[in-house]
Every structure is written in structure tokens, then in C-alpha cells.
């Protein structure tokens, strides 16, 4: 079964950064456009950046200037490195691929905590 798996998350002050990774399975995946998406608790899963296989990008405007998406196709790996982290930013960071109706199976998702 082709995975998804992120990681890299932690606990880190407001102003720190982290970079997370999502590693797939599938030896296509440098064919995928790929986007990061975050879900804090009680609130719907939100899309934060997009990559095409190309390298363009998108972001959404709260992450907009701090967040960069990239991908190592050679590693089947994106990674979202954030910077100027807010305590607003903490959520459950998961990648996945798009369209929508291209999805694969959601991984277990990386842990952000910004706090003081």
C-alpha cells in the first residue's frame, strides 16, 4: 500500500522554525503536483502551499512570505520549511497529493506546536 509520511514536527517557540518532510512509496511521485495542508483542533483541514512537479509553487496568504515548499524527486520527498512560526501555526501538518480526486491515502500527519 503506497504511504504517505510526514515528520519533522515538534514543539518550538514563537519566532523559531521547522522544516518538515513527507516521503512517499510510489516511484511516481515526481509526477504529482503535492500540497502541505494543516488541521488545528475543532477547525476544517487547510491547504498552506502547493508544488508542481515542475516547481511552481502557492501559498496560502497566512503563510504566505514565512513557509517555502520544495521536493527532492530524486528522494520521492516534499518538505515545507517554516519560518516566523506563530502560535496560530500550531496544527497537524499532512501532505497529499493533488487534484483532490487524485488523493492518495492520508499519512498519520506531523505535529506543530508553537508555544511560549
Known amino acids: 500500500q503506497v504511504q504517505l509520511v510526514e515528520s519533522g514536527g515538534g514543539l518550538v517557540q514563537p519566532g523559531g522554525s521547522l522544516r518538515l518532510s513527507c516521503a512517499s512509496s510510489?516511484?511516481?511521485?515526481?509526477?504529482?503536483?503535492m500540497a502541505w495542508y494543516r488541521q488545528a483542533p475543532g477547525q476544517q483541514r487547510e491547504r498552506v502551499a502547493t508544488?508542481?512537479?515542475?516547481?511552481?509553487?502557492d501559498y496560502a496568504d497566512s503563510v504566505k512570505g514565512r513557509f517555502t515548499i520544495s521536493r527532492d524527486n530524486a528522494k520521492n520527498t516534499v518538505y515545507l520549511q517554516m519560518n516566523s512560526l506563530k502560535p496560530e501555526d500550531t496544527a497537524v501538518y499532512y501532505c497529499?497529493?493533488?487534484?483532490?480526486?487524485?488523493?492518495?491515502?492520508w499519512g498519520q500527519g506531523t505535529q506543530v506546536t508553537v508555544s511560549s
Open positions: 510510489r516511484s511516481i511521485f515526481n509526477t504529482y503536483t
Open positions: 497529499n497529493r493533488l487534484p483532490r480526486y487524485l488523493e492518495m491515502n
Open positions: 508544488i508542481t512537479n515542475a516547481g511552481g509553487t
